[in-house]
């Protein structure tokens, strides 16, 4: 009697290790750390100026073709670089290029969406400045992953902080797709 009881123990404990161990498996597919992506993007812009020398609201939107490199090296640590030319639907001839590089954060994937914030700095240049001007962009947006190597940039908002006196602030959007290389 005390031999079956050990053994029904024994068994027992035995049933209860196993339900609760955990198997160590390698992952069915991992994703390297180091990726890089390359698109083109259509904006809209108000560029926060009108002439006359003051900034103040233009009441034609400015639109134009941006490109963009989005480097990332793991996770959490990304880069994006783009430069945007908006040359359409000017008012008295104003317009705008940026150019601009910096880290970008992605929030959180949730079945290929991710949004993501971003602060760039590069500079700015338009017909209404003599050479270029300094610029700081903050935005964030939404990416999707269509398959492996597209991405949709469903929507990207940037306000940014032209450094020229007087100081102007541009704001606007952008949608696009990249492709990403490797």
Request: proline share 4%; hydrophobic share 40%; glycine share 14%.
């Amino acid at each position: 009697m005390r031999r079956s009881l050990t053994l029904a123990l024994f068994f027992l404990l035995f049933a209860a290790a196993t339900l609760t161990a955990h198997a160590q498996v390698a992952p069915a597919a991992s994703r390297n750390g180091l990726s890089l992506a390359v698109g083109g993007e259509g904006s809209v812009f108000q560029p926060d100026y009108a002439g006359q020398g003051i900034a103040q609201t233009s009441p034609n939107r400015l639109y134009g073709i941006g490109a963009y490199a989005d480097l990332r090296l793991s996770r959490w640590v990304q880069l994006e670089a783009e430069g945007r030319w908006l040359h359409f639907n000017e008012f008295l001839g104003i317009d705008e290029n940026n150019y601009l590089i910096g880290p970008r954060v992605p929030i959180h994937d949730f079945h290929g969406w991710t949004p993501y914030g971003k602060v760039l700095f590069g500079w700015g240049s338009g017909s209404f400045l003599t050479g270029r001007a300094g610029l700081i962009s903050y935005g964030g947006g939404v990416d999707y992953r269509w398959k492996r190597r597209i991405t949709i940039r469903a929507v990207d908002f940037e306000y940014q902080d032209l450094h020229v006196t007087p100081t102007i602030r541009p704001y606007g959007g952008s949608a696009g797709i990249s492709y990403t290389i490797f």
